[in-house]
């Protein structure tokens, strides 16, 4: 039989996975580009974190001209890491991107929404690294990078993990953090 037709693991109705490997994705993840949203003032981008692997990342920037009138000059760094289970969904998604642009409105804080490898085309530990990777570029782009967004309205004192739980949990035991 053929490896490239022959089914190996049915996760139905998200994907399959071939024999050879190949994995066929049944559903697939709406994507919301980045934007301004009038309503809330937020303004998002897409950025490559890492382009030899494909990382890449949103960023969400609140409405800050009522922060600049109080003398406020960096805002708290969010890093989020999407759920899925390490196989489904995206930092672009739908889903997500409602979910991220309502805490930043509520919090008044940047965000970094990671949209890191899946599996099973990408197995663990890739989306750790992917984690890890976007934290250390977060801290530097805060500090002193290239990221007009991050060096001048991020805090590197303050950055936090947020996410599914079991994903953040396992992130920090694997790093342990």
Not at 146 to 153: A, F
Request: include cysteine; aromatic fraction near 14%.
């Amino acid at each position: 039989m053929d490896p490239d037709t022959e089914l190996f693991y049915d996760f139905s109705p998200f994907l399959l996975q071939y024999k050879s490997g190949r994995v066929e994705r049944l559903i697939p993840t709406d994507f919301v580009p980045a934007s301004h949203d009038r309503s809330t003032g937020i303004t998002t981008r897409d950025v490559v974190i890492d382009p030899n692997v494909g990382l890449t990342a949103r960023l969400y920037m609140p409405d800050i001209s009522n922060l600049q009138q109080t003398n406020t000059k960096k805002l708290p760094v969010l890093i989020f890491i999407h759920g899925g289970g390490f196989v489904l969904q995206s930092a672009f998604s739908s889903f997500y991107h409602g979910f991220v642009s309502s805490l930043i409105f509520k919090a008044k804080v940047l965000a970094v929404s990671v949209d890191y490898r899946l599996a099973p085309e990408h197995p663990l530990p890739a989306a750790y690294d992917d984690s890890f990777t976007a934290l250390k570029w977060v801290l530097s782009n805060c500090q002193s990078g290239p990221d007009p967004w991050l060096s001048c309205h991020g805090d590197s004192d303050r950055v936090f993990m947020a996410g599914v739980f079991p994903i953040v949990c396992s992130f920090l035991f694997f790093f342990n953090i």
